[in-house]
């Protein structure tokens, strides 16, 4: 089946740097997402992303749409200590009607 | 406007035993996909309910099973429970056809088997 690598698996950085996570497939999908998931509470979607190629940001958050449709990345930038938690990328394909979920990066970060 | 209600929280269940969990959708949403994330992994996908109806599956066994009602709240039933089973359940909202950039998560149902 379809499998999702992504990593960093975690992250421990000082506040004020910049973090670059990312995600790749052994299948193409044709929606990558990002999402934040914090203790006791469900994935919240940051990014959605629908053509390869493309970059969008959000706030402090640009992430991209791999030329070949197998990968993703996620881009923080001066992080702040609410940025921690586990950010998920998923790869979604209309006709299958599912995501299908990396296993995660924990971000800590260090005031 | 609430957003995906999921119940219980938590529960204890033992080996063999069947537990329901319950999904009530976020207003205006009118299918429920359920998810199992296990410790330090990201959340698989169990299947999707549309007109109270099964619309996916993905890769688990028959012990999982579900239910959507007319208001479209959702049931997920698991039988002869494994202590493989212990997990968070997420449910996600939707409309139909908006694809995942639509989906509303719950806060998840923490299920422990001992």
Known sequence: ?111 | DAGVTQSPTHLIKTRGQQVTLRCSPKSGHDTVSWYQQALGQGPQFIFQYYEEEERQRGNFPDRFSGHQFPNYSSELNVNALLLGDSALYLCASSYYGQGAQGYTFGSGTRLTVV
């Open chain 1, 1 to 111: 089946g379809q499998q999702l690598n992504q990593s960093p698996q975690s992250m421990f950085i000082q506040e004020g740097e910049d973090v670059s996570m990312n995600c790749t497939s052994s299948s193409i999908f044709n929606t990558w997402l990002w999402y934040k998931q914090e203790p006791g509470e469900g994935p919240v979607l940051l990014i959605a992303l629908y053509k390869a190629g493309e970059l969008t940001s959000n706030g402090r958050l640009t992430a991209q749409f791999g030329i070949t449709r197998k990968d993703s990345f996620l881009n923080i930038s001066a992080s702040i200590p609410s940025d921690v938690g586990i950010y998920f990328c998923a790869g979604h394909n209309t006709n299958a009607g599912k995501s299908t979920f990396g296993d995660g990066t924990t971000l800590t970060v260090k005031p």
